[in-house]
């Protein structure tokens, strides 16, 4: 699948099934999380691959949905503020970058995901025991989407150019 057709066809998967990860797999992961961009190159991010299905019913636990704990992986994005100094605009690029990336490789491998904002940072923090100067900033579930469907019916807002576009020519 081309980046372009995968950018059009991911969506946020809530509801997932049981499933296994290969090694392959994971590795793809930390490479696309690896190789996004990074503001400055000051790479101020930091990732743990939570696999041990007690911290991720932990973690499952803590988000607003209350996912059901049936994902093999989840992926906790922090800020690493010693970069930076402070959780600044930088090192939330980085993690964004970070994350959209990977949720297109899980996308381009089959698999499903959901970028999780809405969760306690403290209580990831406990459950991870993420060391100070590491902000807990989006968890992204892994794993076997329940319903199969691509996106290609959901539905965006046209792209309306902004009115001051044509003074900027």
Not at 26 to 54: G, M
Request: charge should be positive; aromatic fraction near 8%.
């Amino acid at each position: 699948m081309d980046v372009v057709e995968a950018i059009r066809t991911r969506r946020s998967i809530r509801k997932f099934k049981q499933c296994a990860l290969d090694s392959n797999q994971v590795q793809a992961f930390k490479d696309a999380v690896r190789w996004a961009p990074s503001a400055h190159n000051l790479e101020s991010r930091k990732f743990y691959f939570v696999f041990d299905q007690t911290k991720v019913k932990d973690l499952c636990a803590v988000t607003l949905n209350k996912f059901e704990p049936v994902m093999p992986l989840v992926v906790v994005a922090c800020a690493d503020c010693r970069r930076t100094g402070s959780l600044d605009k930088y090192a939330i690029m980085d993690v964004a970058a970070s994350v959209e990336n990977l949720l297109l490789a899980v996308h381009g491998l089959g698999l499903g995901a959901v970028w999780v904002g809405a969760f306690d940072a403290g209580e990831a923090r406990k459950i991870l025991k993420i060391p100070d100067g590491f902000e807990p900033l989006v968890l992204v579930p892994i794993g076997m989407p329940t319903d199969p469907r691509r996106a290609g019916s959901r539905k965006r807002k046209r792209w309306k150019s902004p009115d001051g576009e044509k003074k900027w020519k």
